[in-house]
């Protein structure tokens, strides 16, 4: 946590239009723990979309006026903190393409997935969150992968034993016991567009995690992209059987009423 | 036309034990080669090192190769040249009919797979036997591999019992692995001492010795270099690696990450043909250079072909090599498609990804296989008129922040009409087999803007007063 008498960390909400539209609450619950942690959060609204949804289904020219736009609205943000993972790796991974140099690596440089900002900016290891549940965390691919939040399954060096950022935030939630899922980060089959364009592979890919995520024991399964999280709930919805979706920014939240 | 492979999955590999047998079976060998590299400690350096090591070799493949042609062919073999498919079948015909070559065995290449040789000579009466195990049983069904590897995953052993039933000497209702196996060997020994000539790939030639190696499990390969007076070796381009020091860090990856084994069987090294025999070496381009030529994707032709891709894809895993309608499925399918496949179907394999990036993750040379498949996207994968004009329509709508914020209000009066099942409900293909979400309620900006009014008004209570 930020020492007292200096002053509060500034930090922007980027909001995706998804979250905005979809999952408003997790959203709020970021501005509410980011606000306890002590920062002054503040959200422009002329911020909509950083133009994944563009850049994966090939349609540059849109992709690169989303992004001017996105720039534009956190210009003059120092700390850009985003509950989305794959967003975040939009802006991190995919920006070099379609701004200039100077402007993808000052977005890339200032823009943090929620946990990560927690962790690594504040140096907070503990929010004081309690959510006394079995949880499971689904291990989104962008977050996992590309913005190195956890410790994906593939890489065999040393480095890949330890425990990852957004794992370390949810063992230090009291009441919380999370529960291991039989292969733990594959894939939920969401993939934004891939959803639309492949329901039934995308649909098979969510049913298998489904059910490791309910033979993990979890009543929840949390991650850091509430757009997975929403596909899982809607398998469930249709299934009838797994545990329920919450974002990671709810459970940090969270003093124990859930 | 992106819902292609969706609709053939559906069809080629429904959903059911088969589909859950072969997820299984694939990912088995995921964790096969989880296992074996963990217990390599130099494998994630070695990764890096296969990734220097191909780029270079591709960086300098006009002088590889040159200089490949030339120890080759002053070891004895002789090399040809063939700019396309068309070209490498011309070529193998050629050489077998000069020699009056009629029966053939082959063993394992993706290369000749690509390049429809099989066919090609089968209408030319010459009879050719693959003698790979898998590939024997794909060719006896008279289906192409489903897998570049193991190319009978999608069979279980009930399916190959009932094949070899019908197609060779076994009992029906035998499905015990071992003896379907004897039963397969005893049958590829007959055509292995009447053949007249053997067909192999190559997985790696190298130039400074103008060797080409082969690798196999069953010694299948082996067996058809040392018994027939012709060996014909169909490869492409960009298998040339500089040195055997290159070559000692592909084996020690190729291997473990297609099947977790330290080592193949066999590895063999075949430096000019044996005594009193030929061995023709047939290079092939087939649209490399103009993948060698492209920068965004020219790291792709590193690929050994090793599997790992298909493995851990969870798209792959769950509709099967057939559904991707090439030669080459999976993620490093999708990724050459483009550029070999030739077709617009097989141009839109890109979008067939999730892109959650575990291929790129295990690939042994470091291929950035989902950046390749986003690259892909922007450039190269058709895209309808109705497509580009929806993704304009809703970017516009996205630089508006006001118009943005009242589509999703209509949205939301739209909700309990877009949750219900109709003809023309744009949620439909959610709806397939999802419900959707509960009414999410106000949106995020909405309930921002009370929030900060409702803190606007207690602080000008609190004004004067305490702040607490």
């Not at chain 2, 072969?22 to 074996?36: I, Q, T």
């Not at chain 2, 995953?153 to 000497?169: K, N, V």
Request: hydrophobic fraction near 40%.
């Amino acid at each position: 946590m930020p020492e007292r008498g200096s002053s509060p960390p500034e930090v922007a909400l980027f909001v995706p239009c998804y979250v905005d539209q979809l999952a408003p609450e997790v959203g709020l619950a970021s501005a509410t723990v980011l606000e306890r942690l002590g920062c002054k959060v503040s959200f422009d609204p002329r911020q909509t979309c950083c133009g994944q949804p563009f850049v994966t289904s090939g349609a540059h020219t849109e992709a690169v006026r989303l992004a001017r736009a996105h720039a534009d609205v956190f210009a003059g943000a120092q700390a850009i903190v985003c509950p989305s993972a794959s967003c975040v790796a939009t802006v991190r991974r995919r920006y070099a393409d379609l701004l200039s140099t100077e402007s993808a690596a000052s977005l890339a440089a200032r823009t943090f997935e929620l946990g990560e900002f927690i962790a690594l900016s504040l140096g907070t290891r503990d929010v004081g969150a309690v959510f006394p549940h079995r949880v499971a965390l689904l291990e989104s691919c962008h977050g996992l992968r590309e913005l190195g939040l956890g410790r994906p399954s593939e890489d065999l060096g040393a480095a890949a034993d330890g425990v990852g950022i957004t794992e370390r935030l949810l063992r230090s939630v009291r009441g919380l016991e999370l529960r291991p899922v039989s292969r733990r980060d594959e894939c939920c089959g969401f993939g934004g567009a891939f959803s639309v364009g492949f329901p039934e592979l995308s649909a098979r890919i969510g049913r298998d995690k489904l059910r490791a995520l309910a033979e993990s024991g979890a009543d929840y399964v949390t991650g850091t992209d509430a757009s997975c999280l929403l596909h899982l709930e809607a398998l469930r919805a249709r299934e009838g059987f797994g545990p329920r979706a919450i974002h990671l920014a709810e459970i940090l939240a969270s003093r124990g009423g859930a | 036309m992106s819902a292609g492979l969706d609709a053939r999955a559906l069809e080629l590999l429904p959903a059911g034990p088969r589909l859950r047998a072969h997820d299984a079976a694939v990912f088995a060998l995921r964790e096969k080669r989880d296992v074996a590299g963990r217990a390599e400690p130099d494998f994630e350096r070695l990764r890096d090192h296969a990734r220097e090591a191909k780029a270079h070799a591709l960086d300098h493949l006009d002088a590889n190769l040159e200089r490949f042609e030339a120890r080759a062919t002053a070891a004895g073999a002789v090399v040809h040249w063939a700019e396309d498919a068309p070209a490498l079948n011309r070529i193998v015909h050629e050489l077998l009919d000069a020699r009056a070559a009629r029966r053939v065995v082959k063993s394992k290449s993706m290369l000749t797979e690509e390049c429809g040789l099989n066919p090609y000579l089968e209408s030319r009466g010459i009879e050719v036997v693959d003698t790979d195990l898998g590939e024997r049983i794909v060719q006896l069904g008279h289906e192409p591999p489903s897998h570049i590897i193991v190319p009978a995953i999608h069979r279980t052993r009930e399916d190959i019992g009932a094949l070899f039933a019908r197609e060779l000497i076994v009992p029906a209702g035998e499905t015990d692995p071992a003896r379907l196996t004897e039963a397969a060997r005893r049958h590829l020994r007959g055509h292995f001492l009447g053949a007249d000539a053997a067909i192999t790939g190559a997985n790696f030639a190298v130039a400074e010795s103008g060797t080409i190696v082969v690798v196999t499990n069953e010694g299948n390969a082996d067996l058809g270099m040392s018994l027939p007076k012709l060996h014909i070796a169909c490869l492409g381009i960009e298998k040339v690696v500089p040195g055997l020091g290159d070559l000692a860090v592909f084996l020690r990856l190729l291997a473990r990450s297609a099947t977790g084994q330290p080592i193949s069987v066999y590895t063999s090294l075949v430096t000019g043909p044996r005594p009193g025999a030929e061995l023709h070496i047939v290079l092939v381009d087939n649209g490399r250079t103009r993948l060698l030529a492209d920068d965004a994707h020219r790291r792709a032709l590193g690929c050994i072909r090793c599997g790992a891709c298909l493995n851990t894809c969870p798209v792959y895993r769950r509709a099967g090599g057939y559904a991707y309608g090439w030669v080459i499925p999976g993620p490093i399918g999708a990724v050459l498609a483009p550029a070999l496949g030739g077709t617009d179907e097989r141009r839109a394999l890109p979008l067939a990804s999730s892109l959650c990036g575990s291929c790129s993750a295990v690939c042994p040379v470091r291929i950035d296989l989902h950046e390749q498949l986003i690259a892909w996207r922007a450039t190269d994968v058709p895209r309808g008129s109705r497509e580009r004009l929806v993704a304009r329509l809703a970017a516009a709508l996205l630089e508006r922040p006001a118009l943005y914020g009242a589509a999703g209000r209509v949205a939301r009066w739209l909700w309990p009409a877009l949750a219900r099942r109709w003809p023309g409900n744009p949620a439909s293909p959610w709806l397939a087999s999802r419900a959707l979400p509960v009414h999410p309620g106000a949106s995020f900006r909405t309930r921002w803007r009370a929030r900060t009014r409702a803190e606007g008004r207690s602080r000008a209570r609190t004004r004067g007063g305490e702040v607490r």
